[in-house]
DNA sequence: AATGAATGAGTCTTCATTCAT
DNA sequence: GATGAATGAAGACTCATTCAT
């Protein structure tokens, strides 16, 4: 389905660069080389477009995570897994806002969870090896533990590379203190 | 300046009722009971009061954290604040969503840090307390621990009560989860 | 382009009858019969019509000037040229001056000497001929000339016709002094 | 009366700068610095302030004339009028326009004569003392040829200094021409 | 006489949507 | 399926005008 990818493409660098809000219809058509009238036929509105977008983010973070979360230690992986994240929320700031202004403009608010399911389950299992392996403390609970563990490394994030302009140094620290803080949430205890 | 809160007033209700792209002017306007022609002596566009709704949500949150997070012991205080903030989600649903999507839509993002400020800065200076108390570990950075507190908490009474209808049992556990979460990432190491 | 024709017509209509300014985008489309965003297809503002009306003026002006002036003694073809200069802004009084006065306002004022073009060229070659002839003093410059005369007959129409009511028999005279003017001025020296 | 003067100054500035068509009240009490409502103690609408304006520049021009054309010949004077009318073009080029396209737009066409009414006898005086000291031909009637005048010397200059940017040289080669073309409409037949 | 906040009618302008080709 | 000119409803925005102070 050629011209279905070329519309979430275009709509992808559309809103990055205008805001949803801003783009129109017309924005994306031309910059995917379509008519205005061949949108319609793959999908409704503007907005519709957005779940196929997240979903192109996620994939490409499941990528990422896969390709450099790869230590054997839990620790170590606890270090990539947010490293990764920080990176790839750097690398597309304006995507990740978008993504997430964007489906609660629109009616999909409840596809989040669907969205983030590969995300969320993954970081569950490697919790779950963990905690069989007793390198993260035995009465946490792997799915809620992977949500919130995932809505903090993804918070901060945001904090310090969209909200803020930190300035590095400082940007620094703050992702050392998540990664202290995540560390001494999972620890063992002794 | 009756007026101006009047607009960020009828701002609030009419974009949570129809969403931020719904709301046309005309709807504020209607609500607030003024001309026109007064809006626009007030605010350049619909999106620019955005802020000033943000504000008005994390002077609600202060009030309610101030009136609710009164336990002596840092324990009890971690309970009563994710009680707050997930009670004021869950009751201001629609505005919460449009705070996170309208700030990201506006060209205000970088208000956000001012916005969260007071948040940051309460939270922050009680930690600072309980660490001079040994109730927390003496590692901890309170300004940067503040915001990945604020963080986590928010991201997951989000994924609770916006993106998600879990039914109640789960949503219990997951909010029990996080507390442990938080507890064990803040333990005074013995 | 048929539509745009349409636009052009029903532009001189409406800014015939109701003046530039108090035209609307509005009176234009329902004139042409078209659609309100139709117009924006073929032009940006209402002002920008103005060089293309202004190029059907002269258009006009050009065909009347062909027919009429027709004589062969260069004495004859100047009465027949203030003549039909006379006439057509009397005749088109109302497009006349919004030419004059809505090409100031558009910030088209540059277009002024391409649009009069072919009327200063037609008559610089009449010049040339009959300077050849030795019809006119053989001094005078053809191009700058024509523009200088161009000028002085259309500013004693406009002062005649849009300015000024002046009884008939005035107007008569002042015509003709015009026209004694110009002799004298073009007159080949004996 | 102080206020109206500096409506009248301001009307000016704004117009030059911004067009009469998109210059607002609001803009010239702005400039004025004066109240919104003020205006509508001196002008019922912008368009009202055009005759004064009108005024101003040919009062203004007047003086220029009284000031430079001081000749005894007439030959000499006709010089330092095109010279005059030239130079107080160029230098408010932008008020010369709004002047043409101002009153055309209000209903004070017909005022037009009355501004002007100075200039014309002035020049019409001139042309008349002319003729009986011989200087200009006799046959000429001195009302009527002073209007031509003033029309070819400003259509000239508003062709050289608004609608067309000629390179010096040619500029200096058209105002010779209009100085020979008037000398020989004017010059007492030999 | 002067003010300037407020008004709201009137326009401009956009843009989702259609449909004949 | 694909096109893109045309549509016109909907909204944004302006600005002349008023009027209580």
Redesign the pocket.
């Known amino acids: 389905m050629?011209?279905r990818e070329r519309i979430i493409t275009a709509a992808i660098e559309a809103f990055s660069e205008k805001g949803v809000e801003?783009t129109?219809?017309?924005d994306i058509v031309k910059r995917a080389n379509?008519?205005?009238?061949?949108?319609?036929?793959?999908f409704?509105?503007?907005l519709s477009v957005m779940p196929d977008i997240a979903s192109v983010f996620v994939e490409h973070l499941m990528v990422e995570l896969n390709k450099h979360v790869t230590a054997s230690s839990f620790k170590q992986q606890l270090n990539q897994l947010v490293d990764t994240v920080f990176r790839t929320t750097d690398e597309h700031k304006k995507l990740a806002v978008l993504i997430y202004s964007g489906l609660t403009q629109s009616e999909h608010l409840q596809q989040w969870e669907t969205i983030y399911a590969p995300l969320y389950d993954w970081l569950s299992e490697r919790l779950e090896t963990a905690k069989q392996a007793g390198s993260v403390r035995h009465t946490l609970q792997a799915d809620y533990t992977a949500r919130i563990m995932i809505g903090s490394i993804e918070s901060t994030a945001e904090q310090l590379y969209l909200y803020n302009q930190e300035e590095h140094a400082r940007a620094k620290e703050h992702k050392q203190e998540l990664i202290h803080f995540l560390s001494h949430a999972l620890a063992a205890s002794e």
Do not use: M, R
């Open positions: 050629e011209k801003k129109t219809i017309s379509i008519a205005q009238g061949t949108f319609y036929l793959y409704p509105s503007k």
